[in-house]
């Protein structure tokens, strides 16, 4: 079966430091992968995705995600947090074949500290 | 932004009655998909739509019903709601022609069952 792990449901870093949030897939083919944010309140907003091609994506707000197929991973990278960027960060999964599904994981919520 | 409405945005109910939520798009998209969000859980996809009329369930359709008469609206009924719906419920829409297998999402509707 089709799933995503996002292994920490909490993570805090301090501002200005690097951040990764993790992003583990389960998927018999190359998958499409994304990256939303979620800010309390909010809708979510797309922050890069993967279709194919080079594997380390650029996305908004200065974040970055790298595609391995050997690890089946998909890790969100930002080298420079802002206070700004504390959120909710979900990692999903589009199949690409037979009827067209998407798959969440559980979620990642970051905190800033100043 | 797509062209992605979800009505109501907020509704209060009580145990038992039916509640219908809908989602209208302007994008003639193909695939139509109603998820939850609940703390914890990340996004659940209840059912989708592959065109009008064509249906099937995701991973949590209990209690759910879905109809789609025509290509713009795709609505999600709860039958008799209870406590355990109570959640936040987002539309989205994808073309996946294969250029473009993004996932748009709605607003959101706020649904409190008391």
């Known amino acids: 079966a089709q ?3 996002q292994p920490d449901i909490h993570i805090t870093v301090s501002e200005g430091a690097s951040l990764e949030l993790r992003c583990n897939y389960s998927y018999g083919a190359t998958p499409y992968l994304f990256w939303y944010v979620q800010s309390p309140g909010q809708g979510l907003q797309l922050l890069l995705k993967y ?8 996305g908004i707000k200065g974040f970055e995600a790298e595609f391995k197929r050997s690890q089946s991973s998909f890790n969100l990278r930002k080298p420079s947090v802002h ?7 979900f990692c999903a999964v589009g199949t690409t ?10 979620g990642t919520r970051l905190k800033v500290l100043a | 932004d797509a062209g992605i409405t979800q009505s109501p945005r907020h509704k209060v109910t009580e145990t038992g009655t039916p509640v219908t939520l809908r989602c209208h798009q302007t994008e003639n998209h193909r695939y139509m998909y109603w998820y939850r969000q609940d703390p914890g859980h990340g996004l659940r996809l209840i059912h989708y ?9 995701g991973e949590v359709s209990d209690g759910y019903s879905v109809s ?9 009924t709860l039958e008799s709601a209870t406590s355990s719906q109570t959640s936040v419920y987002f539309c989205a ?9 993004e996932q748009y999402f709605g607003p959101g509707t706020r649904l409190t069952v008391t």
Do not use: C, H, M, N
């Open chain 1, 83 to 89: 206070w700004s960027d504390a959120a909710e960060y």
């Open chain 1, 3 to 5: 799933s995503v792990t």
């Open chain 1, 51 to 58: 279709f194919s091609g080079d594997t380390l994506v650029q």
């Open chain 1, 97 to 106: 074949s037979g009827t067209y599904k998407y798959i969440f994981g559980t």
């Open chain 2, 68 to 76: 789609r008469s025509k290509t713009e609206d795709f609505l999600l």
């Open chain 2, 49 to 57: 739509s592959y065109g009008v009329k064509d249906t099937d369930k």
């Open chain 2, 93 to 101: 829409i994808s073309d996946r022609t294969g250029r473009d297998p």
